[in-house]
């Protein structure tokens, strides 16, 4: 039991601080852990990070939205689009076998961190809100597809892709993407937590308790802390975080 806490307690860490910080999922790093250091089945793990997720995102997106650094409306459009586009992706990706894709959200993790360091975003609230309604209701649609084909089509990358795309397509500033980012993961998480539940059971009641405690303490503290920071600080501190998560992660997949 020590020994579980431990790695769930880690895992959770990682979890938390991706998802305050950058709206990341956290399957991204739970899962991994789970499966290489607990050897749980994948099934379950991925489970087990879904569930962490949605506490971690809605109490992320609560502290995102009480500083007014959340889109609700388009995040909705968004929503729909991703929940619905998953779906189709996830299809596709059933009549076209491919092994080439594990690395891609990790791989995207990296770069997108290091993009945060090099050329952090320093859009304002003021450049953002000038775009019209009706564009920025096409653009949520249309990146919502695109989020969705993808992330259901690869598995993973959900929230990276949200990320990318809101602070370099949608031309979002980078509190309000990740507050946009944790408010549809949310969603998206729940949707997924349940049906893995529904399909394959709860098999470690005391790792999902573990996991979902750790996460959401450490979500709490990098969204606090997230909407404290001034721009400059806050894509430091996004990028870092997330290039140390896909480093970690590549050492943890290399053990598995």
Not at 64 to 75: A, P, T, V
Not at 156 to 184: D, N
Not at 198 to 203: K, R
Request: proline share 2%; net charge positive.
């Amino acid at each position: 039991m020590p020994y579980k806490f431990i790695i769930c307690f880690i895992a959770g860490i990682g979890a938390g601080l991706g998802t305050g910080f950058a709206g990341m999922s956290a399957a991204a790093v739970i899962t991994p852990m789970l499966v290489t250091f607990l050897h749980m089945d994948a099934y379950q793990a991925v489970g087990i990070a879904l569930a962490s997720d949605v506490l971690a995102s809605a109490v992320s997106a609560y502290t995102y939205g009480k500083n007014k650094n959340l889109d609700i409306r388009n995040g909705l459009v968004m929503m729909a689009s991703v929940l619905v586009f998953t779906l189709v992706g996830s299809w596709v990706s059933s009549l076209i076998p491919s092994n080439t894709m594990g690395g891609f959200s990790v791989f995207m993790t990296m770069m997108l961190g290091i993009k945060f360091i090099v050329k952090p975003v320093m859009t304002t609230k003021e450049s953002m809100t000038a775009v019209s309604p009706k564009k920025r209701f096409v653009q949520s649609v249309v990146c919502g597809m695109m989020i969705g084909f993808i992330c259901g089509f690869i598995g993973a990358g959900g929230g990276m892709m949200m990320l990318l795309i809101l602070t370099s397509v949608l031309g979002y500033e980078l509190k309000t993407a990740v507050g946009t980012s944790v408010f549809i993961m949310t969603f998206t998480a729940l949707t997924g937590s349940l049906s893995h539940f529904a399909i394959g059971g709860i098999a470690d009641w005391w790792a999902l308790i573990f996991c979902i405690a750790s996460t959401l303490l450490w979500a709490r503290i990098a969204a606090r802390f997230a909407n404290k920071s001034t721009p400059k600080v806050l894509n430091r501190a996004t990028g870092a975080v997330l290039v140390v998560l896909g480093v970690v992660i590549l050492s943890v997949n290399f053990f598995a």
